[in-house]
Antibody
């Protein structure tokens, strides 16, 4: 059973960089896309971006100028960096696997971490 | 970006009720529509993919259907563990986008 676990600071100062790591266990990073999704308190879900095991990335245009997602295959981890944060970046950040279903046609978020609350405040 | 809307934003229902939630895409997304259930303090859980296909392990009282850019999630007979918020999500094009959610609570 694939499991994901987010880790990183729970408090970040405005204008600084938010950094989170997702550790994948029970499976390998190889052959999958891996994603970050966030949810401000009491609000809906926003897709941040994904990385393929080859290193190819794709980001939400709304965050693209501030986001970097990277991979550490030997450690079975992937990471999120979000620069120049403001209070609007306060959210629960989820890491998730992008699983393809229906003979590899339909992308879904099929495995999720429990989420990490990151608060932006001085 | 493809915009996803959901209706209603919330509903009150009783155990045993039939519940229907609607999701609409701002443009054609074929069948690239997923449904998730989220309970407070938990990550979302995939219920349905490709508009109507049940994820493994999900009870058969959940079903999905599609008509053009309109999608429906139906819970045939609401159970106590089904009180939660439900999100639709399109995976047709980047950026992937979610609907605003529908909260189902106990009447």
């Amino acid at each position: 059973q694939v499991q994901l676990q987010e880790s990183g600071p729970g408090l970040v100062k405005p204008s600084e960089t938010l950094s989170l790591t997702c550790t994948v266990s029970g499976g390998f990073i190889r052959n999958y896309y891996w994603s970050w999704i966030r949810q401000p308190p009491g609000k809906g879900l926003e897709w941040i971006g994904y990385i393929y095991y080859s290193g190819v990335t794709n980001y939400n245009p709304s965050l693209k100028s501030r986001v970097t997602i990277s991979l550490d295959t030997p450690k079975n981890q992937f990471s999120l960096n979000l620069s120049s944060v403001t209070a609007a970046d306060t959210a629960v950040y989820f890491c998730a696997r992008v699983g393809y279903y229906g003979s590899g046609t339909y992308p879904t978020f099929d495995y999720w971490g429990q989420g990490a609350l990151v608060t932006v405040s001085s | 970006d493809i915009q996803m809307t959901q209706s209603p934003s919330s509903l009150s229902a009783s155990v045993g009720d039939r519940v229907t939630i609607t999701c609409r895409a701002s443009q054609s997304i074929a069948s690239y529509l997923n449904w998730y259930q989220q309970k407070p303090g938990r990550a979302p859980n995939l219920l349905i993919y490709a508009a109507s296909r049940l994820q493994s392990g999900v009870p058969s009282r959940f079903s999905g259907s599609a008509s053009g850019t309109d999608f429906t999630l139906t819970i045939a007979s609401l159970q106590p563990e089904d009180f939660a918020t439900y999100y639709c999500q399109q995976s047709y094009s980047i950026p992937f986008t979610f609907g605003p959610g529908t909260k189902v609570d106990n009447k």
